[in-house]
């Protein structure tokens, strides 16, 4: 028997029946000893029959080695980051918070006409909080949040994609309350045509077979949240199943100031003060920059003090001098705005069109 537990081909995960179950059971006992006897829905007592039951239907054909690939590499169980963190956005945090985070903490009260919805997009261009949001919409409302970007679905995991896909929902279902944050959705749900390779129109089916079965159980506290850069790209089943759409847009001037500030606050050495009207100086000098372009900024700035030491090994950290309006000037003269005037246009369009709240 013990030779048979160990045989090589079985670590491949082409495990069966009630020895397959084991091996998927030992891969949750963290949730287990992390919740106590609380379990998948939270009604079955945990190790009574229903909850046995409902694994074995939950994970049925399910390869452990994905579902251990999908605890490794797309898990994050808690996101570090707070509303406080994301500048700017209040707009998009007040949406969030009513159509998403009350729900999932008061699922009593959202029900029927209240109920949230189970497929949520986020669309502007790059970097400007749309993966931050969503980490923080996990933290606040107390789900686990699994992130997976669409494009490495389709590259990476060819052939595999579709079976991941199968996993991931029914890893999101046991750790549920979860959201999924499928990042670069555009390259899966995009309106393509009879080029499309064989592999991918196959996760692609089974992506929108999962989200509906997602959307057809009320049971379910999961939430599908995709993320683009270019939203006129997706087709209509993605625009039908992500009912709320939501723009994130490049921040303001106040989003702007907040962001050097929280930045220049969190350097270790907390010497760095910039008077404020040097800050408002480089607010008016960087409209059009995204939230990471300002982050990028910052960071340049920060290296200026660093090359002007000559022996880094043994310089006293006391001693490094502290940032300076001066080297931001430098800074912006490297920076320079990533996002383009045609990507605006285009995701302020597809807003109008179609976002929830234009
Ligand atoms: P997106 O998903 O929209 O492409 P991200 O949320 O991944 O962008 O943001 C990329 C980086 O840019 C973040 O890690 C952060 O450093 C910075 N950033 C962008 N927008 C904001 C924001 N509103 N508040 C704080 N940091 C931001």
């Not at 087709?235 to 939501?246: H, L, P, Q």
């Amino acid at each position: 028997k013990d030779e048979e537990v160990f045989k090589p081909y079985e670590m491949k995960g082409r495990i069966s029946g009630l020895r397959k179950s084991a091996v998927v059971k030992s891969l949750f006992q963290d949730k287990e000893e992390k919740n106590g006897s609380n379990n998948t829905h939270g009604k079955n007592k945990k190790g009574s029959k229903e909850e046995i039951d409902l694994e074995h239907e939950l994970f049925k054909g399910i390869d452990p080695e994905l579902i251990q690939h999908i605890k490794n590499e797309i898990l994050d169980r808690v996101p570090k980051v707070n509303w406080n963190d994301i500048a700017g956005l209040k707009f998009a945090k007040k949406c969030l918070t009513e159509i998403v985070v009350w729900p999932m903490l008061r699922p009593d009260i959202f029900t029927g006409l209240r109920a949230p919805p189970k497929g949520l997009l986020l669309f502007g261009p790059p970097g400007n909080g749309k993966t931050l949001l969503c980490k923080a919409l996990a933290k606040e409302s107390g789900c686990t949040f699994f992130s997976i970007s669409a494009s490495s679905l389709m590259s990476k995991w060819i052939g595999e994609g579709e079976k991941l896909v199968r996993t991931l929902f029914a890893v999101a279902r046991y750790y549920q309350p979860s959201i999924v944050f499928l990042d670069e959705v555009d390259s899966l749900l995009t309106q393509r045509g009879e080029t499309d390779f064989e592999a991918s129109r196959r996760v692609k089916t089974e992506f929108l077979l999962q989200f509906d079965g997602v959307g057809s159980s009320n049971e379910d506290r999961i939430l599908v949240v995709g993320a683009t850069n270019t939203p006129e790209e997706l087709d209509m089943a993605a625009r039908r199943r992500f009912v709320k759409r939501i723009y994130v847009p490049l921040p303001t001037n106040s989003a702007r100031n907040f962001l050097f500030k929280h930045l220049l606050d969190k350097q270790v050495n907390k010497k760095t003060k910039l008077t404020e009207r040097e800050i408002s100086k480089l607010c008016d000098l960087t409209v059009g920059y995204s939230g990471a372009d300002i982050h990028s900024i910052c960071q340049e700035a920060a290296f200026s003090p660093i090359r002007e030491i000559s022996d880094i090994l043994s310089i006293d950290v006391n001693t490094v001098r502290n940032i300076n309006y001066k080297d931001f000037e430098k800074a912006l003269e490297k920076v320079k705005p990533s996002v383009s005037k045609n990507d605006l246009a285009k995701c302020r369009e597809f807003n109008k069109r179609y976002g929830t709240y234009p």
